[in-house]
């Protein structure tokens, strides 16, 4: 339920090294539990009108842009220096991948999950009121578009069936919370409305989701590593597939990378 209190978290293992599908709950399962940052990786920058794009593309299944992570090996660098993606109950031993393309939605992602379990991560969501109220008929306060969601201080119930707002970490908190709120603004018992068949839409296509992310793998030096988040950040632009490959060259046959780009600059001249 959703509460207050901490839980435990099973071991989660991410599979296999290169391009994968996973659903997005599974994967934000095992970042909560396994995913670090690298000190190289930027502060958080995101604002509530980013995480509010995110939500609204999940709801609306829009395709968020894969992730790419790197699944560091402690004998080529032991002494690596990096930072949990969860300040209140992940172990820094526990941590086997580095984010290096994709923070700050995972960031966002993966509190939004534990903040279904635990109020206390919405602290980190966002200071003081990171309480998320999803309006299925669209947010009465926005002007120029269509806004479904609210970020703000907790407020006493998780539901106003008069203002049509519903509580987002309740709702999907699980399966019986979605039931009991359509329960609530049903017409009539069993039967379908506009907003019980919202609630259904935001519950299942978050529950879901279906993610895209590419694993680097164990045989990546720190300097690889760098190299790789640098041409896939630095860019100001969201991960292409173009992107991977070229970061996959880069990774796993840097020398061939080198020669090819000597080359074509060398013919570009000609």
Not at 147 to 157: A, G, S, T
Request: glycine share 4%.
């Amino acid at each position: 339920s959703y509460s207050s209190k901490p839980f435990s978290r099973a071991v989660a293992n991410v599979p296999g090294d290169g391009a994968q599908t996973i659903e997005m709950k599974k994967f934000i399962e095992m970042a909560a539990k396994n995913f670090g940052l690298p000190q190289f990786q930027r502060p958080p920058t995101w604002n509530w009108e980013h995480q509010r794009d995110l939500l609204q593309s999940i709801y609306q299944k829009v395709p968020i842009g894969s992730v790419m992570i790197w699944e560091y090996n402690r004998n080529i660098t032991p002494d690596l220096e990096y930072r949990r993606l969860d300040q209140i109950n992940q172990n820094k031993q526990d941590i086997t991948h580095l984010i290096l393309d994709g923070q700050q939605r995972m960031r966002f992602l993966t509190l939004l999950w534990l903040s279904t379990r635990d109020k206390t991560y919405c602290n980190q969501l966002r200071r003081n009121s990171g309480h998320i109220y999803f309006y299925p008929e669209g947010d009465p306060a926005s002007r120029d578009e269509i806004v479904h969601f609210r970020i703000e201080k907790e407020r006493p119930e998780r539901y106003d069936v008069k203002q049509k707002w519903v509580s987002l970490q309740y709702l999907l908190s699980n399966l019986q919370s979605k039931n009991n709120l359509k329960t609530y603004f049903a017409d009539e018992p069993g039967e379908p409305n506009s907003i019980t068949q919202e609630l259904d839409t935001m519950y299942e296509n978050y529950t879901n989701y279906v993610i895209s992310y590419h694993n680097l793998g164990p045989d990546i030096d720190y300097a690889t590593a760098l190299l790789v988040y640098e041409r896939v950040n630095l860019a100001g632009k969201r991960l292409s597939a173009l992107d991977v490959a070229e970061a996959v060259y880069i990774s796993k046959y840097p020398d061939l990378f080198r020669r090819i780009k000597q080359e074509t600059e060398r013919y570009r001249k000609k």
